[in-house]
């Protein structure tokens, strides 16, 4: 069974250009969560999607930051403009399902974004 | 949301057991208990998952007590490569409800 990938691995982009992150979850997962952590600080819950409906994106930082998961298959988090403080990893994760013991978390290796 | 407490850090030799305890007194009736391991420019990845009393897999064991206001990661003889940040989150599975702590670096030497 694949993992959950996350494309591209690193990105550096500049000050006010806009970058598109992917994740694509593991073939059955309906449950999709995007997290980051910004440096030195613990990994955030950012939002929920389950299938291609956002169930909660409380921890949206701002206007700026534009998730989708069209087709209730792979996800896109778009930043736009990119600020400084955007800088840090990405996670994706998903799950099959949440009602169930022993249905956790699966967690891609992260996005690495720099923003100069 | 449960709130975790868990040791910054601890040293093992390799060949020994480790014992990670988390502290979470305000964990709710439809809680579970999940630890996961994480390696540097990875994510974290799931370990071991339980409600009460003891579970145990291939890589780990959890040890609950009654009241479940604290749990034990058990590691059985740590090598190198168990070198990792462990991460003690509580919560129902609802991944939006995981607190992220500062987890536990564990550092093992030969």
């Known amino acids: 069974e694949a993992g959950v990938t996350q494309f591209p691995s690193h990105s550096v982009i500049e000050k006010g250009q806009t970058v598109t992150l992917r994740c694509d979850p593991i073939s059955g997962h309906d449950n999709l969560y995007w997290y980051r952590r910004v440096m030195g600080k613990e990994i955030k819950f950012l939002l929920h999607f389950v299938k291609e409906s956002k169930q909660d994106e409380s921890g949206m930082p701002n206007n700026r930051f534009l998730a989708e998961r069209t087709g209730g298959t792979y996800s896109t988090l778009k930043v736009q403009p990119a600020e400084l403080e955007d800088s840090g990893v990405y996670f994706c994760a998903s799950s099959q399902d949440i009602r169930q013991i022993n249905s956790p978390l699966h967690f891609g290796n992260g996005t690495r974004l720099t923003v100069t | 949301l449960a709130k975790t407490t868990q040791p910054i850090s601890m040293d093992s030799y390799e060949g020994q057991e480790v014992n990670i305890t988390c502290s979470h007194n305000?964990?709710?009736?439809?809680?579970?208990i999940t630890w996961y391991q994480q390696f540097p420019s990875q994510g974290p990845r799931f370990i071991i998952q339980g409600y009460k009393t003891k579970v145990t897999n291939e890589v780990a064991s959890l040890f609950i007590p009654a009241d479940r206001k604290s749990s034990t990661l058990s590691l059985p003889r740590v090598s190198l490569s168990d070198t990792a940040v462990y991460y003690c989150l509580v919560g129902d599975n609802y991944g939006q409800n995981f607190v992220f702590g500062p987890g536990t670096r564990l550092s093992v030497l030969p």
């Open positions: 305000n964990i709710a009736t439809n809680d579970y």
